[in-house]
């Protein structure tokens, strides 16, 4: 198994910043994907960004330019900065990585979420 713990969530005035963290740890013999998506009230789950173990980085529309995604590796540990927050920012934060486990076998896992409100 795999857990995935997440921090960073809060309350955010719009225009404002925060940084999310997600590290995961257990039966990790290397990590490929590494990723954030969101959910906001009413919504479906969206992709927010990923980054691949080499570096290779995908956003979606609504936040080029304005997150920045990142890992280190040598920790396990994904980056989400997000800037110049915007109202319909406000969701829950899901991590989520793509796992080849010690077994050789690759797994999808998910965090619990951290919520992140953009509100004045």
């Known amino acids: 198994q795999v857990q995935l713990v997440e921090s960073g969530g809060g309350l955010v005035q719009p225009g404002g910043s925060l940084r999310l963290s997600c590290t995961a740890s257990g039966d990790i013999f290397n990590i490929n994907v590494m990723g954030w998506y969101r959910q906001a009230p009413g919504k479906e789950r969206e992709l927010v960004a990923t980054i691949t173990a080499g570096g290779s980085t995908n956003y979606a529309e609504s936040v080029k330019g304005r997150a920045t995604i990142s890992r280190d590796n040598a920790k396990n540990t994904v980056f989400l900065q997000m800037n110049s927050l915007k109202l319909e920012d406000t969701a829950v934060y899901y991590c989520?990585?793509?796992?080849?486990?010690?077994?050789?076998?690759?797994?999808?896992?998910w965090g619990k979420g951290t919520l992140v409100t953009v509100s004045s």
């Open positions: 989520h990585t793509n796992v080849r486990t010690t077994r050789l076998t690759y797994s999808d896992y």
